[in-house]
């Protein structure tokens, strides 16, 4: 019979761990229990192994079933073998896709009732977010007051939308220090920069003068306001048309090492978009603007632009440059280019899917353009409007 030292020794022993008291007599008594440790010790690591192998297995069971489970909720089908009428289950639904939505200049002589129109229609497109490329306001004004009305306007205008919108400021929204600090106070930075799945959104203030020189700007145009209201022809041949800087825009020094900054430090983004008002591209001599481009470095971007109140379209070193339409602006009545239209950008690996869609043909479920929109014109320069 066993005593109670024994048991207990021996209930060590199937632990695999010996009791540091036993005293040994014999070389032959230490063999033996070595022996017997070795093969506990043994057993105790394979059954630890086998769990660890039971435990990966479930993983790897349980991740296929999950996969199949996944893909059996996407799409579902009782026909059974090869044949099937459809060509093809690979589904364009890759989970880096997204799209999002453009709308242009609305002032400089905005058409009532086309702006609201486009903000039901982009509701019925659901795009993810919605950007715009300037000129919110018209913008005239000196008065805080009257301007921070203009912009009450257009934020209840915007809040419709289903998505959230960017704003740009184009030269109706930030001409002249008052205009420029409304902007600021209500919304912060006039350039900015953001990152939504991966993809880099710059947003450009092409208004970006030297304070001295915004200030002649801001006069001459304020004049050639005043004239055109009285006399149109001769509006035209006055000094603010004569500048530059009213076609093309100006990038300063500190905004363009801002994005080059913002690029640098997103290096592997999977494209890069950058809007503005005026095409500040179009002036070969805008350095600042060329150094934003070089930092991107490749042809894994594209502009849009708007300001001229026509579609136009150029590419450049396998970039797209996209000048964009009105969505109610101010129309030419013969260029067949001036259309009020969206724009419907669809991000995926590789190059981006642009599609422009123009209001009067975006119709809802009942065939028809929402809000009483099949009384607009969409298009001045064309027979239907007449």
């Known amino acids: 019979m066993r005593s109670a030292g024994s048991n207990k020794r021996a209930a060590q022993l199937r632990q695999g761990r010996p009791e540091r008291s036993i005293k040994w007599s014999s070389r032959r008594s230490r063999n033996k229990f070595a022996s017997r440790y070795a093969t506990l010790n043994l057993g105790t690591q394979l059954k630890q192994y086998r769990t660890y192998v039971l435990v990966l297995v479930g993983l790897i069971i349980l991740n296929g079933c999950s996969t199949r489970s996944n893909q059996t909720d996407v799409f579902q089908h009782s026909e059974v073998g090869s044949i099937t009428p459809w060509n093809g289950e690979q589904f364009d639904n890759s989970p880096g896709k997204f799209t999002f939505a453009i709308f242009t200049d609305l002032t400089g002589g905005e058409r009532e009732g086309i702006f609201d129109v486009a903000i039901s229609q982009l509701s019925l497109l659901r795009p993810e977010l919605i950007l715009s490329v ?112 009213r076609v093309t825009g100006q990038i300063g020094a500190e905004q363009a090492e801002y994005f080059t900054r913002v690029i640098g430090e997103n290096p592997d983004v ?61 129309q030419s009545l013969t260029n067949p280019m001036a259309f009020d239209h969206i724009t419907l950008v669809t991000v995926d690996e590789g190059k981006p899917s642009i599609a422009n869609l123009r209001l009067d043909g975006i119709l809802d479920k009942t065939g028809s353009i929402g809000l009483d929109g099949d009384s607009l014109c969409f298009q001045m320069s064309s027979i239907l409007c007449y």
């Open 270 to 330: 999977r494209w890069t978009f950058l809007l503005m008002h005026k095409p500040v591209w179009l002036n070969n001599d805008d350095a600042e603007f060329e150094s934003i481009i070089s930092a991107v470095g490749d042809n894994h971007f594209t502009v849009f632009n708007g300001h001229f109140h026509r579609y136009a379209y150029e590419e450049r070193n396998g970039a797209d440059f996209i000048m964009l339409g009105t969505t109610g602006g101010g």
């Open 134 to 245: 300037g000129d919110l306001i018209e913008g005239e004004s000196q008065n805080p007051d009257s301007l921070a009305q203009e912009w009450d306007i257009f934020d209840r205008r915007a809040e419709r939308a289903t998505a959230p919108v960017f704003y740009t400021g184009g030269n109706h929204d930030l001409t002249g220090q008052v205009l420029r600090e409304v902007w600021m106070e209500r919304y912060g930075r006039r350039y900015y920069h953001f990152v939504y799945k991966g993809v880099l959104f710059l947003i450009l203030d092409t208004e970006d003068h030297p304070l001295a020189r915004m200030e002649e700007i801001q006069q001459a145009r304020t004049a050639a306001i005043a004239m055109a209201a009285v006399d149109p022809d001769s509006s035209s041949k006055m000094e603010y048309y004569q500048m530059h800087e």
